[in-house]
């Protein structure tokens, strides 16, 4: 089944730097895409949600780049600031099941001032 | 207001004994999953249900059971918990564009 990698782990930068966060999957249809974010001791909050036929989105402070290509997910804040702290969750949905959701391992970002 | 509410929200459990997560939604969504999350494992779903009276197996179900009594009702239930079990669950509906709503999770310690 779909397999999702997601690195780094663990991410520190300072504030008003970029930081990026990358999933990679092994489902060459899979066709939804998800970022969630979770501040701590909070639930998963979703950040964006990305269709296969969207290579380039962007939301408020962030853009999400798919390379389908390449199976590469990537999420690249700009300029982060300290309310970005927080874990970050790519899911992918697989062409093989509809129900479920492979979530990524996670990376807990930490923007220092 | 929360859409999909979690209780208990803390447990601390004997090891053997048994434990119900519950999970309540108003978003008249058709699927429901439960989740636990461990550090560095991210999310791994456990059971998952698309109708009222049934439940499917996730990717992680040996040790848990589930039950849909509504569409509105998904509960996780460990009859002999053991202290691999100590996690943080989370609870989710998902609606028809795929995005899952979650709970505020339940933080379970099992001693």
């Known amino acids: 089944g779909e397999q999702v990698e997601q690195r780094p782990p663990h991410l520190s930068v300072r504030e008003g730097d970029s930081a990026v966060i990358t999933c990679t999957y092994t489902?060459?249809?899979?066709?939804?895409f998800f970022w969630y974010k979770q501040e701590p001791g909070a639930s998963l909050q979703l950040l964006m949600k990305v269709f296969s036929s969207t290579e380039i989105n962007e939301g408020q402070g962030f853009t999400v780049l798919l390379n389908k290509k390449d199976k590469r997910l990537s999420l690249n804040l700009t300029a982060a600031h300290p309310g970005d702290s927080a874990a970050y969750f790519c899911a992918v949905r697989a062409s093989s099941s509809f129900s479920k959701l492979v979530f990524g391992q996670g990376t807990s970002l930490s923007v220092v001032p | 207001e929360a859409a999909v509410t979690q209780s208990p929200r803390s447990k601390v459990a004997v090891t053997g004994g048994k434990v119900t997560l519950s999970c309540h939604q108003t978003n008249n969504h058709d699927y429901m999953y439960w989740y636990r999350q461990d550090t560095g494992h991210g999310l791994r779903l456990i059971h998952y249900s698309y109708v009222a009276d049934s439940t499917e197996k996730g990717d992680i179900p040996d040790g848990y059971k589930a039950s849909r009594p509504s569409q509105e009702n998904f509960s996780l239930i460990l009859e002999l918990a053991s202290l691999s079990q100590t996690a943080v669950y989370f609870c989710a509906s998902k609606s028809n564009t795929g995005q899952l709503y979650f709970g505020e999770g339940s933080k379970l310690t099992v001693l």
């Open positions: 489902d060459p249809n899979s066709y939804y």
